[in-house]
């Protein structure tokens, strides 16, 4: 750096002649190293100062080249080239490196110019200043603000600083990557990132630090520059300066949309769950009165005629009692409870067996399947997934009024990252089928209520809501999820896993219904809390020809059975009773005799509970409200086994 110093040759003498005064005093007192030598670079004179910063005593320089003594090579060039310019006539100005006699460097800042031109003899003036405290202590300053500055960069929060008139000075790479604007576009502007109905709140979180200088938080949003909202959480905090007054601000903004997504959906699930255990109540009460109605039918049934004029009658009221459990069926199918019968099953037979059903209603829809060869099986009701199946595939149909087309793919999945799904699904390997519509879709708020029960968008008559609801219910009791993705005129997807077995329980076929309806009649104990259950069971058991004694509650059944002194057939049981419950029962039954026959009877569907005591050894499962002829091949099923 060479330039010019103005105070050089400006010499102000308008008072005073400068060339009348000794200037040896000022020289010698000067506190910056002074050298006079002469046009071959010789030094004539040092001052003490110079002594001072660069380690040699004047007779140690006088009569020597001053380059010889405080350059190296790395600055032999430049100290040249200012020689030149020097002797050419030019004063010069500059900072740099020079050398002490003891060979550290130090930081001077150079002054070089000709002072006397007498009689052909030139006299070089070069004043030499020790800056190597200043040198250092700017050097300590960029290393420091480089370093900040690759901790700014290496942030993955992206954040902004701004000054006191909220325009953006620096931003970090994480802000261009999350919001896509850079430094050099909003420069001078305001980043047009708020979106309206923010505005307002954020400029009041402004005023307050401004006013307060504490932190502040929020959540708020902002728009990315491709035009996406996020949810955001804002931090923001004051930069002051040392005498306390505000400068600007720096600004963290994280993107919290998946969070606050992953959020919702987990509340959404939990809520479902508590719906499911309110809908599994109200099934459960509903199907215990069925069961009454069905009883009595049943055993009117027996005694009349089918000539009778009142035979139809009847058959239409079983007719109804039967629609009615279906749809408490639904009901218990979205509620906690479980399978009924749990088999292994090639999902993309029963995709295949609906599909066919289906396109036979709507001849206006076609149906592309995509279906993986060697998909996994799935351990599962055969039933339920019809009904999973049918639910989706018809309202696929109802979002397509005028026809249009459905995709259902089928593929293995193995599911590794948990954290991906907001539900408790197992890392493992799972089925996975999606079915996709091309129909009407669905905004943000339908998508996120299609599962729970009752809420539908069809009219008065067409939707019950619980299509969906007994779908999740069903899906989620065989231990898997379902997804919905859909936008509003783009059609619909649902992502369904389930489970897979493992490879070698798969060729474990399904076991063949038993055939066999030899009939044994003995003597049955049958166990309710419910006196109407007792009542018509009791009746169609003798119906058919046992002998039926009953127990109110399992307290009873232990001591009836007991007293019969291993006179009991079979013991039906009622899973839920207040006091001593079915497994507790259970459990005091086998006490007695290690092989007693036990048929579980319950209000609710195969589920967990169900599927405990089954394992402890019980004989089978009938689930309420059920018909005689469901009853009798149930016995006889268990009785002929023996
Ligand atoms: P329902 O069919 O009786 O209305 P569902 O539980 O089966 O009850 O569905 C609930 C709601 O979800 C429907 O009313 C509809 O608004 C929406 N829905 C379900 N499937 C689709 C689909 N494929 N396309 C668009 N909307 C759908
Ligand atoms: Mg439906």
Known sequence: MIDTPSSINNERTDALNLKDLSIEQVLKNSSDGIVLSNERNTILWVNPAFTRIFGYLPEEVVGKDIDDLITNEDVRDEAIQISETVLSGKGVKFEGLRYRKDGTPIHVQVIVDIVTRKENRLIVYANYRDITDRVRMENALRESESRIRAVFEASPEPIVVYDTDGYPILMNRAFTRLFGWNIEEVKGKHIPFVPDEEKEKTKDKIEELKRYGKPVRMMTKRLTRDGR?????????????????????????????????????????????????????????????????????????????????????????????KRGADLTRQLLGFARGGMYEPKPLKINDIIKANGTIFERTRKDIRIHMNLEKGLWMVKADRSQMDQVFMNVLINAGHAMPDGGDIFIETNNAVISQVHRFPYTINPGNYVKISITDTGVGMDEQTRQRVFEPFFTTKGLGRGTGLGLASVYGIIKNHGGIINVYSEKGKGSTFTIYLPALDPDQSKLSAEGEKEDKSKTKGVILIVDDEDMVLDVSKKMLEMIGYEVI??????????????????????????????????????????????????????????????????????GFIQKPFTLQELSSRIDEILASS
Request: charged residues 25%.
């Open 550 to 619: 009953t127990a109110k509650s399992g307290r009873e059944a232990v001591e009836r059975y007991k007293q019969m002194k291993g006179r009991v057939n079979l013991v039906i049981l009622d899973m839920i009773m207040p006091g001593m419950g079915g497994m507790e029962t259970f459990r005091g039954l086998k006490e007695l005799k290690s092989d007693v026959k036990v048929l579980l009877s319950s209000g609710y569907s195969y589920n967990e509970q169900a599927e405990k005591i089954m394992n402890m050894g019980c004989s």
């Open 229 to 321: 909202v996020l949810d955001i959480f804002l931090s923001a905090a004051a930069i002051k300066d040392e005498n306390g007054s505000i400068m600007g601000s720096v600004v963290t903004l994280s993107d919290i949309t998946e969070r606050n997504r992953l959020e919702a959906q987990f509340y959404a699930a939990q809520r479902m769950e508590s719906l499911g255990t309110l809908a599994g109540g109200i099934a459960h009460d509903f199907n215990n009165l069925l069961m009454g109605i069905q009883g009595n039918v049943s055993l009117l049934l027996l005694d009349t005629d089918t000539f009778d004029p009142k035979y139809e009658r009847l058959k239409n009221i079983e007719e109804h009692v």
